[in-house]
């Protein structure tokens, strides 16, 4: 079993400005192939943003490159997604995910709001 918390992070920000948003991982940490960061808009279906894996390579939907970067604390099993440049398009629940071979953990979601 893994246990996924998104801290807080998100939040209100104007468009252009920065988010960091973490995501702490617990339980069965050795079975974690890669940390995923996820968003769903209203109205829309929930689309993958970014991936780092156990070997630390990151990988990133075409939107957000160069904008978001994903990174990791193993000391303290925790994933990061910094956000830069903020853009209305970026207003979700974002969720992070933990990928084992047997089953994919969900975080709880944590709600960014970019605003004019």
């Known amino acids: 079993q893994v246990q996924l918390v998104e801290e807080s992070g998100g939040g209100l920000v104007q468009a252009g400005g920065s988010l960091r948003l973490s995501c702490a991982a617990s339980?069965?940490?050795?079975?974690?192939?890669?940390i995923l960061w996820h968003r769903q808009a209203p109205g829309k279906q929930r689309e993958w943003v970014a991936t780092?894996?156990?070997?630390?390579?990151?990988n990133y939907k075409d939107s957000v490159k160069g904008r978001f970067t994903i990174s990791r604390d193993n000391a303290k099993n925790t994933v990061y997604l910094q956000m830069n440049s903020l853009k209305l398009e970026d207003t979700a629940v974002y969720y992070c995910?933990?990928?084992?071979?047997?089953?994919?953990?969900w975080g709880q979601g944590t709600q960014v709001t970019v605003s004019t």
């Open positions: 995910a933990a990928l084992t071979v047997s089953k994919t953990y």
């Open positions: 780092i894996t156990n070997g630390g390579s990151t």
């Open positions: 339980g069965s940490i050795f079975s974690i192939n890669a």
